[in-house]
Nanobody, 126 residues
Framework: QLQLVESGGGLVQPGGSLRLSCAAT????????IGWFRQAPGKEREGVSC????????YYKNSVKGRFTISRDNAKNEVYLQINSLKPEDTAVYYC???????????????????WGQGTQVTVSS
C-alpha cells in the first residue's frame, strides 16, 4: 500500500528554519513526481514546491522562492523541504503528495496528485 509520511514540523520563531521530510513506504519514490503543499486555517490548500522524477528539477511558488528548497534522496526514499527565514504567514499544515509522472507542471495544484500524506504542522510564532 502506497503511503507517505511527513515529519519535521513544529513551533519555530520567525526567522528560524525547519526541514520537513516526506518518507514513502510501500513503493519507491524514484518514478514519482512529488509536491509539497500547505493549508492554513480557513484557506485553500496551495502548492509551494514540486520536484520532478525525471531529473530532479525543482519548482517553487513565486512567493517562497529563495526561502524554500526541495530535494530528494531516492536511496532513502525520501523528499525534503528546507524552509528558511520562516514567517508567521508560513504557519500551516504541510503535506507531501506523489504522482506517477516524470515532470512537474508549471502550476502546482492538488488535483494533479493522487497520493497524500497526513500532514505536519508548522507554526511560526514568537
Amino acid at each position: 500500500q502506497l503511503q507517505l509520511v511527513e515529519s519535521g514540523g513544529g513551533l519555530v520563531q520567525p526567522g528560524g528554519s525547519l526541514r520537513l521530510s516526506c518518507a514513502a513506504t510501500g513503493f519507491t519514490l524514484d518514478s514519482y513526481t512529488i509536491g509539497w503543499f500547505r493549508q492554513a486555517p480557513g484557506k485553500e490548500r496551495e502548492g509551494v514546491s514540486c520536484i520532478s522524477s525525471s531529473d530532479g528539477s525543482p519548482y517553487y511558488k513565486n512567493s517562497v522562492k529563495g526561502r524554500f528548497t526541495i530535494s530528494r534522496d531516492n536511496a532513502k526514499n525520501e523528499v525534503y523541504l528546507q524552509i528558511n527565514s520562516l514567517k508567521p504567514e508560513d504557519t500551516a499544515v504541510y503535506y507531501c503528495a506523489a504522482e506517477l509522472r516524470s515532470f512537474c507542471y508549471l502550476r502546482i495544484i492538488p488535483a494533479d496528485f493522487t497520493s497524500w500524506g497526513q500532514g505536519t504542522q508548522v507554526t511560526v510564532s514568537s
